[in-house]
């Protein structure tokens, strides 16, 4: 069965800090996608990036940076010098075919950065 | 491009009512979903339609159902409420759907739900 799992309910660091939030996911599928979304105070969940199961290799983008480790069935994310206006809950998000499509979704993790 | 648009924002309905919500998605894709966000289950997948039909659903009872029709807009409808449907609800187009494992989803702001 599908799950994903966001240990780490809520973050709190100083700005500047970098933060690393984790995602373990469960699959009995080969081929599947990873995502992450942020949902700031306003809302609106927004999607930050994707992968899809046969593409272990590190993203950056900005400050944003994620790793991926099959063997470890995770897809962590890191923000370097962390910013106010990162203060969000993140989730952490797996599609796959279980006999019809869906994505589920982590608990989320809500990241305080304060000034 | 407009973003994923839903109505209303907001809504208070009383224990047995039964309440429609409304998702309009983004120009060109085909593909709603439905989820339920509440502080205890987190994001909880309902149904998805594409094309009309209603293709996955989730693990919820029959008084939640949808449509949608033939510009994708869709809606959303609950009837018996009970306490427990208090939850900000958000509807999510993709261009493709669930279907293709790879499409990002598109959120709307949601519609936040009171039952009292």
Sequence with gaps: AQKVTQAQTEISVVEKEDVTLDCVYETRDTTYYLFWYKQPPSGE????IRRNSFDEQNEISGRYSWNFQKSTSSFNFTITASQVVDSAVYFC???EDTGGFKTIFGAGTRLFVKA | KAGVTQTPRYLIKTRGQQVTLSC????????VSWYQQT????LQFLFEYFSETQRNKGNFPG???GRQFSNSRSE???STLELGDSALYLCASSLMGQGALNSPLHFGNGTRLTVT
């Design chain 1, 45 to 48: 969940l927004v999607f930050l």
């Design chain 1, 93 to 95: 998000a797996l599609s």
């Design chain 2, 24 to 31: 309009s998605p983004i120009s060109g894709h085909r593909s």
């Design chain 2, 39 to 42: 502080p205890g289950q987190g």
């Design chain 2, 63 to 65: 008084r939640f159902s």
């Design chain 2, 76 to 78: 959303m409808n609950v």
